[in-house]
């Protein structure tokens, strides 16, 4: 489960030529507070509206059903009625730019107890989409986006490698247009891992 993601080194008009985004629709304040975006924090999506492609500033992770417990920041289940309203509606679909993401390790190293992060990153793309969702919801607009599974072996992926339940869905710019307008199932069919040669691991 991705729970750590970065938009950082790059500059406004960078992102809007990796997104396909109205540069006018920048949030005035185009930064996260910190390094990183964490679960309930701040991060940007890439919606449609009006025709055209819009950069919105949301919090990440849809309130858990359970009270008490933390957002819900991936989908996985994607036929589940939680996430089939969003899902199901392209108005509601969003790309999540992002420009390297993290992963721990299964288990912990023997030498320290503790795990070890990774991250990951597309080399021929400094900035790159995950496949999301958003909503309304009582603490204003929140996203969430798509991991999945690998298909055949996690250890031969390299994010499987180090996280073999799931990935986060990343989309080659050639479907990210059908990710926010397609039908439901041809959408979700662009749910796969993304090609292990064209990722970079630090």
């Not at 940007?44 to 919090?59: I, N, P, Q, S, T």
């Amino acid at each position: 489960m991705c729970n750590l993601f970065r938009l950082k080194g790059v500059e406004r008009w960078e992102v809007a030529n990796a997104m396909g985004v109205v540069d006018e629709s920048f949030p005035r304040r185009f930064e996260v507070e910190k390094d990183y975006t964490a679960p309930g924090g701040p991060g940007y999506v890439v919606r449609h509206e009006g025709g055209v492609r819009v950069l919105d500033a949301m919090k990440w992770g849809y309130p858990n059903p359970v009270p008490g417990k933390q957002p819900v920041t991936n989908i996985r289940n994607y036929g589940s009625p939680f996430w089939r309203s969003s899902l199901g509606n392209p108005a509601q679909r969003c790309l999540v730019p992002v420009t390297s993401f993290q992963e721990w390790t299964a288990e912990p190293d023997p030498a320290t107890g503790k795990k070890k992060p990774h991250w990951f990153s597309v080399p021929s793309r400094p900035v790159f989409g995950f496949a999301g969702a958003w909503r309304h919801s009582d603490k204003g607009p929140v996203f969430a986006f798509l991991t999945c599974g690998y298909d055949g072996d996690p250890s031969v992926h390299a994010v499987g490698a180090i996280h073999p339940k799931a990935c986060p869905v990343i989309l080659h710019q050639e479907d990210e247009e059908r990710w926010l307008t397609a039908p439901l199932d041809e959408a979700l069919s662009l749910a796969c891992a993304y090609p292990s040669q064209l990722m970079k691991v630090e």
